[in-house]
Protein backbone atom coordinates (compact mmCIF):
# COMPACT_ATOMS: atom_id res chain seq x y z
CA UNK A 1 0.00 0.00 0.00
CA UNK A 2 1.31 3.66 -0.90
CA UNK A 3 -0.01 6.83 0.28
CA UNK A 4 1.09 10.22 -1.12
CA UNK A 5 0.40 13.48 0.87
CA UNK A 6 0.17 16.87 0.08
CA UNK A 7 0.40 19.67 2.52
CA UNK A 8 1.28 23.33 2.17
CA UNK A 9 -1.50 24.73 0.32
CA UNK A 10 -3.72 27.85 1.49
CA UNK A 11 -4.76 31.53 0.63
CA UNK A 12 -2.31 34.15 -0.31
CA UNK A 13 -2.16 37.18 -2.28
CA UNK A 14 -1.37 37.77 -5.90
CA UNK A 15 2.11 38.11 -6.11
CA UNK A 16 2.75 36.36 -3.36
CA UNK A 17 4.62 32.60 -2.28
CA UNK A 18 4.05 29.45 -1.37
CA UNK A 19 5.82 26.02 -0.88
CA UNK A 20 3.96 22.36 -1.23
CA UNK A 21 5.30 19.35 0.01
CA UNK A 22 4.37 15.78 -0.67
CA UNK A 23 5.72 12.33 1.03
CA UNK A 24 4.94 9.33 -0.53
CA UNK A 25 4.61 6.62 2.33
CA UNK A 26 4.32 2.69 2.42
CA UNK A 27 5.62 -0.23 0.59
CA UNK A 28 8.34 1.78 -1.72
CA UNK A 29 10.79 -0.02 -3.40
CA UNK A 30 11.97 3.02 -5.39
CA UNK A 31 10.25 6.48 -7.05
CA UNK A 32 10.75 7.15 -10.70
CA UNK A 33 9.23 10.40 -11.83
CA UNK A 34 7.17 12.48 -9.55
CA UNK A 35 5.19 15.63 -10.39
CA UNK A 36 2.36 18.20 -9.43
CA UNK A 37 -0.42 18.43 -11.40
CA UNK A 38 -3.68 21.06 -10.45
CA UNK A 39 -7.16 21.43 -11.39
CA UNK A 40 -9.63 24.11 -11.32
CA UNK A 41 -12.74 24.48 -11.20
CA UNK A 42 -14.53 23.60 -14.49
CA UNK A 43 -11.17 22.53 -16.22
CA UNK A 44 -9.51 19.29 -16.72
CA UNK A 45 -6.63 18.39 -14.67
CA UNK A 46 -3.45 19.93 -16.06
CA UNK A 47 0.27 19.32 -15.35
CA UNK A 48 2.52 21.89 -13.53
CA UNK A 49 5.73 20.15 -13.30
CA UNK A 50 7.96 16.75 -12.79
CA UNK A 51 11.15 15.88 -12.38
CA UNK A 52 12.66 12.61 -12.43
CA UNK A 53 14.64 10.17 -10.02
CA UNK A 54 17.86 12.20 -11.82
CA UNK A 55 16.96 15.40 -11.86
CA UNK A 56 15.28 16.48 -15.10
CA UNK A 57 12.59 18.61 -15.12
CA UNK A 58 9.72 20.17 -17.07
CA UNK A 59 7.23 23.07 -16.90
CA UNK A 60 4.11 23.44 -18.11
CA UNK A 61 4.90 26.68 -19.74
CA UNK A 62 2.26 28.77 -17.65
CA UNK A 63 5.01 28.35 -14.16
CA UNK A 64 8.11 28.78 -16.17
CA UNK A 65 10.26 31.20 -14.24
CA UNK A 66 7.67 30.97 -11.27
CA UNK A 67 7.50 27.69 -9.68
CA UNK A 68 10.22 25.24 -9.23
CA UNK A 69 10.00 21.64 -8.26
CA UNK A 70 12.54 19.31 -6.35
CA UNK A 71 12.35 16.24 -4.72
CA UNK A 72 14.54 14.28 -1.90
CA UNK A 73 15.52 10.91 -2.91
CA UNK A 74 16.02 9.82 0.87
CA UNK A 75 13.08 10.96 2.38
CA UNK A 76 10.85 10.10 -0.73
CA UNK A 77 9.24 13.71 -0.85
CA UNK A 78 8.77 16.50 -4.12
CA UNK A 79 7.87 19.82 -3.43
CA UNK A 80 6.62 22.66 -5.41
CA UNK A 81 7.80 26.39 -4.51
CA UNK A 82 5.51 28.88 -6.10
CA UNK A 83 6.29 32.23 -6.17
CA UNK A 84 4.93 35.42 -8.20
CA UNK A 85 1.82 33.56 -7.55
CA UNK A 86 -1.32 34.61 -10.17
CA UNK A 87 -5.17 33.93 -9.31
CA UNK A 88 -5.19 32.03 -12.19
CA UNK A 89 -3.08 29.75 -10.09
CA UNK A 90 -5.79 29.14 -8.38
CA UNK A 91 -6.41 25.17 -7.90
CA UNK A 92 -6.66 22.21 -6.21
CA UNK A 93 -2.44 20.69 -6.23
CA UNK A 94 -2.23 17.09 -7.02
CA UNK A 95 1.10 15.23 -6.40
CA UNK A 96 1.66 12.02 -8.74
CA UNK A 97 4.41 9.63 -8.57
CA UNK A 98 5.68 6.67 -10.44
CA UNK A 99 5.95 4.10 -7.75
CA UNK A 100 7.50 0.35 -7.44
CA UNK A 101 6.95 -1.40 -4.42
CA UNK A 102 9.46 -4.39 -4.80
CA UNK A 103 12.21 -5.37 -7.43
CA UNK A 104 9.39 -7.48 -9.20
CA UNK A 105 6.83 -4.82 -9.76
CA UNK A 106 6.48 -2.25 -13.03
CA UNK A 107 6.46 1.27 -11.89
CA UNK A 108 2.31 2.18 -11.16
CA UNK A 109 1.40 6.17 -10.95
CA UNK A 110 -0.20 6.80 -7.46
CA UNK A 111 -1.78 10.10 -6.62
CA UNK A 112 -2.36 12.56 -3.53
CA UNK A 113 -5.68 13.54 -2.18
CA UNK A 114 -4.77 17.39 -3.12
CA UNK A 115 -4.10 20.55 -1.29
CA UNK A 116 -6.35 23.68 -2.00
CA UNK A 117 -4.42 26.50 -3.62
CA UNK A 118 -6.46 29.91 -3.43
CA UNK A 119 -4.78 32.92 -4.89
CA UNK A 120 -7.00 36.38 -3.93
CA UNK A 121 -6.60 39.45 -2.58
Known amino acids: QVQLVESGGGLVQPGGSLRLSCAASGTIFSIGTMGWYRQAPGKER ?23 ISRDNAKNMVYLQMNSLKPDDTAVYYCNADIRTSI ?6 SWGQGTQVTVSS
Open 46 to 68: ELVATITRGGSIDYADSVKGRFT
Open 104 to 109: LSNGRR
